[in-house]
């Protein structure tokens, strides 16, 4: 289950999957003491006759204990296992049956070779378990190229009766905030359908259209993800949108796209872009390197938005804007001098961006800043991925453990130091950052020692040097801890602050320790 679960997680990536093994804890799956005393125990079976009786009685012990491990975990809900789908289903019905059919013939076996198998078995679940998702990977491949051809036909009849108007939305980060406070907003005015949490992959579009699209939406709005070059052409080539965006660009994925140029191509917009019709429009987030490139070098209809007007001739910016610590306040000026004014219950000063590029659309589509001030009232936090919540013993939790990427650490605590007391952060290192990912992790340690006075770093992998920047920032070494046990975290923190400070919860930290601090 554990194996299956993994590779769902990974979207049957194979260099998501293959690169989680380059973490900490992927290679702490592998290398491990347990694994260790297995692996000798296997040798000593198939070389050690004599002393068969006390070998099989540790194995027998070791089994125990794991199964009793597993028992714990059933009770505790915290055994990792696959959403079920029929996909999961299937390749866990195979499994189990290569399982069932190897311990049949192990058991006609000599009874002092039964436990090297049940051991080499064992040993070799990893790649056994990744042989059978990878082998019937074909056949999964045909059903969905069939369910894409049904989603793109439903699509293109419901766009010829209607008129539907298709947006997607590509990007390092800011994809799903967007989304969401579009959606928000155009709903006062159109009837929407936006794709769902997470279903950003081709199959995950395809999924929302066949399931949800109706001839009366006017809107459909589809968040578009990608872990390889094409990927995001092969989704455009169904949505075939009138208006894209491109939110912001970063090395978050780097390590997957293999090269710069391959994360342009994909997330950072350019196959989006070509995909936009001679009527479509592209609008870029003009405070971002990579997507000023872009508008750069797009010849068609384009707009951009920004946090202000002097980089760029922008399409529309904001002026006064001030991060209060539930909300956002600004201004929003466009190329002919129409000022809107908005109050929205987000966090932080890159919503205001994503509030921007939402903003820039809805006046595309015939809303004027007045109707699309009164629809942000709509917005909830939750919408932008980070929540302001009460803790126990009056600490202040801001929730940020929906997902994490480097702009996205940089953006939240820009926003943390509006606190007044003092401040801890609890966050993993960032992972598929390729040969980037030591160069961020500094500068995010320099960030942290401006902001908190308490850095608990989850994960390992570039925790060095995370707290080599801090360090050279003038962070005390004391205050930068590694440690990935929620209970323990929950210790310092509730040591470390008292009422009215506050708890910065950046990427995904284990669930537990945010209903261990929240009330």
């Known amino acids: ?177 967007t989304k969401e406070f579009l959606s928000t907003i155009l709903s006062k005015k159109y009837k929407v359908l936006k794709t769902k949490d997470h279903q950003n992959s081709e199959i995950g579009v395809a999924k929302c259209i066949l399931e949800d699209l109706k001839p009366s939406h006017q809107v459909f709005i589809a968040e578009v993800g990608a872990y390889n070059k094409g990927k995001v052409k092969e989704v455009c080539s169904i949505l075939k949108p009138k208006i894209g965006i491109v939110t912001g660009v970063n090395e978050q994925h780097l390590a997957l796209f293999g090269s710069l140029r391959n994360l342009l191509s994909a997330e950072g917009g350019g196959e989006l872009a070509d995909a936009l019709s001679g009527d479509g429009i592209l609008v870029i987030n003009g405070d971002n390197k990579y997507c000023l490139n872009l508008y750069k070098n797009f010849l068609g209809n384009k707009k951009t938005y920004s946090l202000s007007n002097k980089i760029i001739d922008t399409d529309i910016w904001a002026e006064d804007v001030e991060v209060a610590r539930d909300c956002v306040l600004f201004i929003t000026i466009n190329k002919n001098k129409e000022i809107g004014h908005f109050k929205v219950n987000v966090l932080g000063k890159q919503n205001v961006q994503n509030l921007l590029g939402a903003i820039l659309i809805a006046r595309e589509l015939g809303m004027n800043f007045g109707e699309i001030s009164e629809a942000c009232k709509n917005i909830k936090q939750e919408q932008a991925g980070m929540v302001l919540k009460q803790g126990k013993h009056g600490i202040d939790i801001i929730d940020s453990s929906y997902s994490a990427n480097p702009d996205g650490v940089f953006a939240d605590l820009d926003y943390f130091s509006v606190f007044q007391g003092k401040r801890a952060i609890v966050m993993p290192c960032l992972i598929e950052l390729g040969n980037k990912s030591s160069e961020i992790h500094e500068k995010i340690g320099r960030k942290i020692a401006e902001v908190c006075d308490l850095a608990i770093i989850t994960s390992k992998d570039k925790f060095k040097e995370i707290k080599k920047g801090a360090i050279e920032s003038g962070m005390s070494e004391k205050n930068i801890l590694l440690c990935d046990n929620p209970q323990d975290i929950y210790s310092i923190i509730t040591l470390f602050c008292k009422s009215g400070d506050a708890v910065l919860l950046e990427g995904r930290v284990p669930a537990k320790l945010v209903s261990l601090l929240a009330d």
């Open 1 to 177: 289950m554990f194996w299956l679960y993994l590779w769902q997680l990974k979207d049957y990536h194979i260099g998501r999957f293959a690169d989680h093994f380059r973490t900490h804890k992927g290679k702490k799956l592998i290398f491990n003491p347990i694994q260790a005393l297995k692996i000798i125990l296997l040798i000593l079976f198939l070389t050690s006759g004599g002393i068969f009786v006390y070998l099989f009685s540790i194995l027998f012990l070791i089994y125990l204990g794991e199964f009793v491990l597993f028992l714990a975990g059933i009770v505790k809900k915290s055994v990792k296992k696959p959403v079920i789908t029929f996909k999961t289903l299937f390749l866990t019905a195979v499994s189990f049956g290569v399982a069932v059919l190897f311990l049949l013939w192990t058991f006609k076996q000599d009874d002092f070779l039964q436990p090297a198998l049940f051991l080499e078995f064992d040993i070799l679940t990893p790649i056994i378990i990744s042989a059978i998702a990878l082998l019937f990977q074909p056949f999964f491949v045909a059903i969905r190229n069939n369910t894409l051809r049904k989603a793109e036909n439903k699509l293109e009849k419901i766009r010829a009766l209607s008129g539907l108007k298709v947006i997607a939305i590509t990007g390092s980060y800011g994809k799903t905030s």
